[in-house]
């Protein structure tokens, strides 16, 4: 679920022409950490569930999900500041 919003993010980072007037190329390139963390929790996740112990794997699908809803509205600023 996570690696089409990761190519469609990427490729609205290179046609910033595609963004609405308010949406900066920072906001984009930064929500790109979204779909790079589903991927890599979902990853984890089934390793996890495979190897270890399918509690471990659940438990991991739900941090991801929950993850994906508390930032649903995109990261939060603290989190993206360099």
Known sequence: MSAPWLV???????????????????????????????????????????FVNPLLGLIGVIVMISYHAVTSEGLPRWLTRR
Do not use: D, K
Not at 8 to 15: A, E, I, V
Not at 18 to 29: I, Q, T
């Open 8 to 50: 469609f993010f990427g490729y609205l980072h290179r046609h910033p022409a595609l963004h609405e007037r308010r949406v900066s190329p920072g906001y984009v390139r930064a929500q790109r950490l979204r779909p790079v963390t589903g991927l890599v929790l979902y990853g984890l996740s089934g390793l996890l569930g495979w």
